[in-house]
């Protein structure tokens, strides 16, 4: 990846995220970490009364400017959105997101974390729905 | 004694050592490769990768099986290759060097047919707080499967082993001390033979961790008086899949096996098995006969450069690279900065820039460093850091290498506006 990407826009996610902190009450909290590098991204979602869209969404964490800056950037993009649309959230709209073409194989895991915790979060909250008796 | 030494030492001429690796010569980002990776892995001689096309295109065989030609030619090299080994760290005896896959595995041999055999219920394990998780997790294992205690010793806030800290621990009577020679996060050389000695006159059985020394410094197993070893092939210009573990005769001896089936059996019977001897009973299976001639080319590459005149090196760049390095602003250096007790391994922070921003931005500059938590989280929690950068030298980098460093130090300052 090119040195290009550091943008302003992109340290200034880093250094003053939007969305940043706890969610309270929410119904979706999600949490994950790349092993590798330490970053740690957790959020937490409160989902609309109609249980089908992120009214509110929040997260927090640690790492490298690519990893805060795409969950943060993430939190607003996602925020009013459908459940459903999480589903086909791609590899590609995230570098498009974060105004990257290609961040390479070392560095897309740290824009791709804040997805992974999205998708995680969403999925269990919907598959919960899914198996509720009062279905 | 120092005199003596001195005179003795001549410089490494790093250009023609440089023309001895063919990767020296490729480009990263159409810019010159500076490779600062070395405490995670060393770049490879020709002479070494020789050694490995060599051997399968010349006498591939298996060996201490069979009477045909090859065979007696690949067990001869392979067995030759286990006495430089031994001859490069000062073993007694080769018969004391055991072949393994590298580091991790000599400290889990370690642990499966020493410790499994040898530490009871209650007994103590001490570690120190510095240690790569290849010397942690084993005996976070062990402790738990024996219901014995780990102990840590802490460390000072200048990176090195408490010893006043260490010296009460040692009074708990630990049946094993294990501890690292040289940190590869702080750089700190522990004093191994001082460590060693107070450890044994606790009745500890010890084990070195020796990944980033036996590399990088002369390591004498008898001047240290350890019991057990460990590091690696790759880390000193060997190829993977190779390490060693040094065992004391007698507790190689004493041990169980630590992997079982061929050729580490004497004979085998239909209700049981005699064990081969050292350090056959130790390398079960067909071993990787290719690495381990490659590793004794090594140890013979090194060894014509003189492990002095290595560690005289790495000093120097060391010394040269603190002294850039503290003319750049919010620049925080991790671990003890008197250049005698460190190796060539520099962990740093620069302002808010996160380790892996920092490393994207220096091989976008052809310079390759590692970021992270260097697999030794527990010592990065204590330092209350998510990660490092780290710069690490070797036998091939000059001080131009750490020039074309720090200009990319300053592109990333510039890039992240600190």
């Known amino acids: ?135 | 004694m120092r005199k003596e030494m001195l005179e003795s030492t001549k410089p490494v001429d790093v250009e023609r050592v440089k023309n001895d690796f063919p990767i020296m010569s490729r480009k990263v980002n159409g810019k010159r490769l500076v490779y600062l990776d070395n405490a995670a892995t060393t770049q490879k001689p020709k002479v070494v990768i020789d050694a490995l096309v060599d051997y399968y295109s010349r006498y591939n065989a298996n060996v201490h099986r069979g009477v045909h030609q090859l065979s007696i030619e690949a067990t001869e090299t392979y067995e030759n290759s286990r006495k430089k080994v031994a001859k490069f760290i000062n073993s007694p005896s080769h018969q004391e060097v055991v072949f393994t896959r590298g580091t991790t595995e000599s400290i889990n041999l370690v642990k499966f047919a020493w410790g499994a055999k040898f530490v009871k219920e209650g007994d103590v394990i001490l570690i120190t707080l510095m240690e790569h998780h290849s010397n942690m997790v084993p005996w976070q294992l062990l402790a738990k499967e024996k219901g014995a205690r780990l102990e840590y010793a802490p460390i000072t806030s200048d990176g090195r082993i408490d010893m006043g800290e260490f010296e009460r621990l040692l009074g708990l009577s630990p049946s094993l001390v294990a501890f690292t020679q040289c940190s590869n996060v702080l750089g700190t050389i522990n004093d191994a033979e001082k460590l060693c000695t107070m450890a044994k006159k606790a009745g500890a059985t010890t084990v070195v961790d020796a990944a980033q020394s036996v590399p990088h410094m002369p390591v004498d197993v008898q001047k240290i008086g350890c019991d057990f070893l460990c590091f690696s092939g790759h880390k000193m210009l060997g190829p993977t899949g190779i390490g060693a573990v040094y065992g004391r005769k007698e507790l190689l001896n004493s041990m169980d096996p630590f992997q079982s089936g061929g050729d580490m059996i004497k004979e085998v019977h239909l209700d049981g098995a005699r064990w081969n001897d050292i350090p056959y009973k130790f390398e079960a299976g067909t071993t990787n006969i290719a690495d381990a001639i490659g590793l004794g080319v090594a140890v013979e590459y090194l060894s014509v450069l003189g492990m002095e005149n290595v560690r005289r090196h790495e000093v120097e760049l060391l010394r040269y690279a603190f002294e850039k390095m503290s003319r750049i602003p919010n620049l925080t250096i991790y671990g003890p900065m008197d250049l005698e007790s460190r190796g060539g391994v520099v962990s740093f922070n620069l302002a808010d820039i996160h380790p892996h921003d920092m490393a994207s931005i220096l091989d976008e500059e052809g310079v390759a460093i590692r970021s992270g938590h260097h697999c030794a989280q527990p010592l990065m929690e204590h330092l209350n850091i998510p990660g490092t950068s780290r710069a690490s030298f070797y036998v091939y980098n000059s001080t131009s290498d750490i020039d074309a460093f720090i200009g990319a130090l300053l592109k990333a300052k510039s890039v992240f506006c600190v």
């Not at chain 1, 609309?48 to 964490?61: H, R, T, V």
């Not at chain 1, 995230?94 to 390479?104: A, C, N, R, V």
């Open chain 1, 1 to 135: 990846m090119s040195s290009d990407f550091y943008r302003e826009l992109i340290l200034d996610y880093y250094r003053n995220p939007r969305n940043f902190g706890k969610l309270d009450p929410h119904d979706i909290d999600a949490r994950d970490t790349n092993p590798l590098c330490g970053d740690e991204i957790e959020m937490q979602i409160r989902v609309s009364p109609g249980k089908d869209a992120i009214e509110e969404i929040k997260f927090i964490g640690k790492g490298c400017a690519i990893s805060q800056a795409s969950a943060s950037m993430l939190t607003e993009m996602a925020k009013g959105k459908p459940l459903e649309w999480v589903k086909g959230l791609s590899r590609d709209d995230i570098q498009k997101m974060l105004g990257s073409s290609d961040l390479g194989p070392a560095r897309i895991k740290c824009a791709m974390l804040s997805v992974k915790v999205l998708k995680m979060g969403v999925y269990g909250y919907l598959g919960a729905q899914h198996t509720e008796p009062s279905d």
